[in-house]
């Protein structure tokens, strides 16, 4: 290992009783997208301890951040932290993992800043990734611009450099029709109810024709005020992922068709809401992905193989699609924890969680190293950014 690398790690270790304080505080008081304010105040203020120029509630965002620490004129490289919780039940994400990770390598890279080729580091706090998308209003308000290579860890059981992430439509489907007497006017009626269930059913249908690792999936969210009159109104959502954009857009466009066939059959009105918040698919970049992997065999860290078959979605799936980028999984929990439980919540403050919090700060401030320090490489991941699909 180089002599600047092991000094990063020697920093790393130097810092690790704070930032697990660090990580434990953002779990102890957990904040919903959008709201976490504490949790980017005590991130933002241990960034500025460490050297950083911090701006606070960039891009219009009030809880999103960007901490830069620049050597000169060079390529810049960005490190994203996320920090929002799921309701009801905590840091079960591991957000607050994936938080402290990235300021833990800022504060690496900040202790050998003296050793470091010209370029900038940005840590980049990105609020609301469950749901609400913060990434893509950093990425509109052009936080971005001008960023060579992304990265960002997730916690999981096991460690593995790239994993798919599929691209997520929301498509509310709202069916207007007439309201009349069930049992004395029925054929005076339009049901709107009716609409729905056969829009579950053409769905349905459609499902068994679709790419395995697409996935449609939908709730009834109104259905109707009482049996004895014809529903006028229902409405359900559909949440359609996909791996890829194109593939992402045939499916949006099969699905409204799937409602719009059953307003037609029916004789209700449809008309189809959409949040701006499409997050997409994960964009891979393999060339970034071994660097990461080479670090985390400098460091002795156990690889598993990417897993086909399980497949959230992020918003930094939109990050990806605008530059290269790697969200890598970081062992942080117990084999067979799964997310959103209650079980990787509690993993979430455990001495696994140290673990693997510590050495993704490495890993991370060791490739941003070699990103500063060998153009070839930045230069190959742009390279396979333009040519990837
Ligand atoms: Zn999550
Ligand atoms: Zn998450």
């Given at each position: 290992m180089s002599a600047v690398k092991e000094l990063i790690v020697a920093a790393v270790d130097r810092v690790a009783d704070e930032l697990e304080a660090l990580s434990h505080r953002i779990h102890g008081h957990p904040e919903l997208a959008y709201q976490e304010f504490k949790a980017a105040g005590w991130l933002s203020d241990f960034l500025a301890g460490q050297g950083f120029k911090v701006e606070r509630g960039v891009g219009g965002v009030e809880t999103a951040f960007r901490a830069m620490l620049e050597t000169g004129d060079g390529p810049t490289i960005a490190i994203l932290c996320e920090y929002d919780a799921l309701p009801e039940i905590g840091h079960a994400c591991g957000h607050n993992v994936i938080a402290t990770a990235g300021v833990g390598a800022g504060a690496a890279l900040a202790a050998v800043r003296d050793r470091l080729p010209m370029g900038r580091i940005h840590v980049v706090g990105t609020p609301a990734e469950e749901g609400g998308g913060g990434k893509l209003r950093l990425i509109r308000a052009g936080m971005f611009r001008g960023v060579d290579a992304a990265m960002m860890v997730h916690g999981w059981d096991r460690w593995v450099p790239h994993q798919d992430l599929l691209g997520i439509v929301r498509l509310g489907l709202e069916f207007r029709g007439t309201a009349a007497h069930a049992a004395a006017d029925p054929w005076d009626g339009v049901n709107a109810v009716d609409a729905v269930v056969q829009t579950f059913n053409n769905v349905g249908m459609?499902?068994?024709?679709?790419?395995?690792?697409?996935?449609?999936?939908?709730?009834?969210?109104?259905?109707?005020?009482?049996?004895?009159?014809?529903?006028?109104?229902?409405?359900?959502?559909?949440?359609?992922?996909?791996?890829?954009?194109?593939?992402?857009?045939?499916?949006?466009?099969?699905?409204?068709?799937?409602?719009?066939?059953?307003?037609?059959?029916?004789?209700?009105?449809?008309?189809?809401?959409?949040?701006?918040?499409?997050y997409e698919p994960m964009k891979r970049n393999q060339t970034l992905a071994d660097a990461f992997r080479a670090n985390m065999q400098r460091l002795g860290l156990p690889e598993s193989p990417e897993a086909k078959d399980r497949l959230g979605s992020s918003d930094v799936g939109n990050v990806s699609q605008v530059l290269p980028t790697i969200q890598p999984y970081v062992r942080i929990a117990p084999d067979g924890t799964p997310w959103h439980s209650r079980a990787f919540e509690a993993a979430a403050a455990s001495p696994l969680a140290r673990e693997g919090m510590l050495a993704a700060a490495k890993v991370m401030a060791m490739t941003t190293l070699d990103l500063l320090s060998d153009p070839g490489l930045l230069a190959r991941a742009h390279e396979e950014f333009r040519a990837a699909p």
């Amino acid at each position: 290992m180089s002599a600047v690398k092991e000094l990063i790690v020697a920093a790393v270790d130097r810092v690790a009783d704070e930032l697990e304080a660090l990580s434990h505080r953002i779990h102890g008081h957990p904040e919903l997208a959008y709201q976490e304010f504490k949790a980017a105040g005590w991130l933002s203020d241990f960034l500025a301890g460490q050297g950083f120029k911090v701006e606070r509630g960039v891009g219009g965002v009030e809880t999103a951040f960007r901490a830069m620490l620049e050597t000169g004129d060079g390529p810049t490289i960005a490190i994203l932290c996320e920090y929002d919780a799921l309701p009801e039940i905590g840091h079960a994400c591991g957000h607050n993992v994936i938080a402290t990770a990235g300021v833990g390598a800022g504060a690496a890279l900040a202790a050998v800043r003296d050793r470091l080729p010209m370029g900038r580091i940005h840590v980049v706090g990105t609020p609301a990734e469950e749901g609400g998308g913060g990434k893509l209003r950093l990425i509109r308000a052009g936080m971005f611009r001008g960023v060579d290579a992304a990265m960002m860890v997730h916690g999981w059981d096991r460690w593995v450099p790239h994993q798919d992430l599929l691209g997520i439509v929301r498509l509310g489907l709202e069916f207007r029709g007439t309201a009349a007497h069930a049992a004395a006017d029925p054929w005076d009626g339009v049901n709107a109810v009716d609409a729905v269930v056969q829009t579950f059913n053409n769905v349905g249908m459609l499902r068994q024709q679709i790419r395995p690792d697409a996935r449609i999936h939908g709730i009834i969210t109104s259905g109707g005020a009482a049996p004895n009159i014809i529903p006028e109104f229902a409405a359900a959502t559909f949440y359609v992922r996909a791996a890829r954009l194109d593939y992402l857009a045939e499916l949006r466009r099969r699905v409204i068709a799937c409602a719009e066939g059953a307003a037609l059959a029916t004789g209700c009105g449809l008309k189809v809401v959409e949040p701006e918040t499409a997050y997409e698919p994960m964009k891979r970049n393999q060339t970034l992905a071994d660097a990461f992997r080479a670090n985390m065999q400098r460091l002795g860290l156990p690889e598993s193989p990417e897993a086909k078959d399980r497949l959230g979605s992020s918003d930094v799936g939109n990050v990806s699609q605008v530059l290269p980028t790697i969200q890598p999984y970081v062992r942080i929990a117990p084999d067979g924890t799964p997310w959103h439980s209650r079980a990787f919540e509690a993993a979430a403050a455990s001495p696994l969680a140290r673990e693997g919090m510590l050495a993704a700060a490495k890993v991370m401030a060791m490739t941003t190293l070699d990103l500063l320090s060998d153009p070839g490489l930045l230069a190959r991941a742009h390279e396979e950014f333009r040519a990837a699909p």
